[in-house]
T-cell receptor, first 110, second 118 residues
């Protein structure tokens, strides 16, 4: 079952911030928001995850709304190498279910 | 270097000819799983394993077998491949969470195996 809704595609100018939205209106209290990306047909790569607080690491920032029904992944200074499909996943921190969906195809434009 | 290694990376075969795609990880992860990726359908889980000799079906297990005799290896077996198994396959592993909370959500993926069944 799809728990998240993402736009199918987005463009971003190189050097600008890329803001990728994700709606997860049915998220439950014990579910985290995870983000992965897949460059071309390589294996998906973990980016970041969070529960309710905003999170930042060396790759990206994750902003989760106060009601937790949506979130935004921010790539602060997009480069051409950030062109990829980005997947937003809602799941318990532990457990076996990973529903990747079809994600957002981000194209960084020179 | 921590990695998940799949072989072969590319394979073209014919209907009914048994094949095995190997997967090996060097991170001592208990959990391993297989996914297939098809256009418009995203990644779908085939089988997963939570430890040696423990395997379970994912969302699309039909036509596949797996085994987990060693912690580091999780081969995917297609006993009688058919054209609808033409796909891009990914193996993944993940660690057990410190603190005893179970497996974390950080999956480590291999580079993929592109299989074509004629």
């Amino acid at each position: 079952d799809a728990k998240t809704t993402q736009p199918p595609s987005m463009d971003c100018a190189e050097g600008r911030a890329a803001n990728l939205p994700c709606n997860h209106s049915t998220i439950s209290g014990n579910e985290y928001v995870y983000w992965y990306r897949q460059i071309h047909s390589q294996g998906p790569q973990y980016i970041i995850h969070g529960l309710k607080n905003n999170e930042t690491n060396e790759m990206a920032s994750l902003i989760i709304t106060e009601d937790r029904k949506s979130s935004t992944l921010i790539l602060p200074h997009a480069t051409l190498r950030d062109t990829a499909v980005y997947y937003c996943i809602v799941r318990p921190h532990t457990g076996n279910q990973f529903y990747f969906g079809t994600g957002t195809s981000l194209t960084v434009i020179p | 270097e921590a990695q998940v290694t799949q072989n072969p990376r590319y394979l073209i075969t014919v209907t009914g000819k048994k094949l095995t795609v190997t997967c090996s990880q060097n991170m001592n992860h208990e959990y391993m799983s297989w996914y297939r990726q098809d256009p418009g359908l995203g990644l779908r889980q085939i089988y997963y394993s939570m430890n040696v000799e423990v395997t379970d079906k994912g969302d699309v297990p039909e036509g596949y077998k797996v085994s987990r005799k060693e912690k580091r290896n999780f081969p995917l077996i297609l006993e009688s491949p058919s054209p609808n198994q033409t796909s891009l396959y990914f193996c993944a592993s993940r660690p057990y969470s410190t603190g005893g909370l179970g497996f974390t959500g950080e999956l480590f993926f291999g580079e993929g195996s592109r299989l074509t069944v004629l």
